[in-house]
């Protein structure tokens, strides 16, 4: 039995905003506070053949919609080797813009289009203004998600399951829903980094993989997220008085 967990960093050169690398220091972080000895592999070069079969987690940490198109390209030429990760319900984490890598049709803000690898049943607009704001949402167990939201396409959700519920912020499209979960393909809009910010969503997921993989994690093994937790309570305090004063 293989009791290590392999993190593939997808392009980390090219999707690089709002300082998404946290994203996976946080990922081997939370793998030690669990007693997980989890390898991160950076993929640098686009036109890399990868043996996805090799990883567990693929992470996409937020880039610009014009580099989409050139990683689509790649990805096009691995469509089968991905899908037979898809299929064998390995874990991928998409945040920001790149979520649109997962739709199927991505409209431009000058009306030009181009398709994604259509895995999440999603339309994506380009804005012709960029929304930032605070971002706080519930997943189904009620566990709290905040950060910050960038957001520069709107998103409509065909019949995909959303991630989350908004409590404050623009989620997929300014109404309820934030990001897509399907099977183990989790997107999320969600900066900060969003796994920096939020530990024990980055912890969900570990474990998640863990069980999948039947590597076993000591029950008494709960890591302490004090500073984290003060610092959703005060951004929560925050947003509340936002909402009280306009």
Same mark, same amino acid.
């Given at each position: 039995m293989n009791n290590e967990i392999n993190l593939a960093w997808m392009y980390p050169d %090219? $999707?690089?905003?709002?300082?998404? #690398?946290?994203n996976a220091q946080s990922f081997k972080i939370i793998a030690?506070? $669990?007693?997980?000895? $989890?390898? %991160?592999?950076r993929i640098d070069d686009i036109e890399e053949k990868i043996n996805f079969s090799n990883y567990d987690i693929l992470l996409f940490n937020s880039g610009e919609l014009k580099v989409l198109p050139t990683i689509l390209e790649s990805l096009n030429n691995m469509s089968n080797e991905l899908n037979e990760y898809i299929k064998n319900k390995k874990t %991928? %984490? /998409?945040?920001? =813009? =790149?979520?649109?890598?997962?739709?199927? =049709?991505? =409209? #431009?803000?000058?009306?030009?289009?181009? &398709?994604?690898?259509k895995l999440l049943n999603m339309d994506i607009k380009e804005r012709t203004m960029v929304i930032g704001d605070d971002l706080y949402y519930t997943l189904d167990d009620g566990t709290e998600i905040i950060g910050s939201q960038i957001q520069m396409i709107d998103i409509t959700l065909n019949d995909e399951k959303p991630l989350g519920t908004i409590k404050y912020g623009y989620g997929n499209n300014g109404q309820t829903t934030e990001g897509v979960i399907k099977d183990n393909i989790i997107f999320t809009n969600c900066l900060g980094p /969003?796994? /920096?910010?939020n530990p024990w969503f980055a912890e969900k997921i570990l474990r998640t993989v863990c069980n999948q993989k039947g590597i076993e994690? &000591?029950?008494?093994?709960?890591?302490?997220?004090?500073?984290e937790i003060k610092s959703l309570e005060s951004t929560k305090q925050f947003i509340t008085s936002k909402v009280t004063n306009q």
């Open positions: %090219i $999707l690089n905003l709002h300082g998404e #690398r946290g030690d506070k $669990l007693n997980i000895k $989890l390898n %991160i592999q %991928i %984490i /998409v945040t920001g =813009t =790149t979520g649109a890598l997962l739709a199927n =049709t991505i =409209t #431009r803000y000058d009306k030009s289009t181009f &398709s994604g690898l /969003v796994f /920096v910010k994690i &000591s029950e008494d093994t709960h890591p302490n997220y004090e500073i």
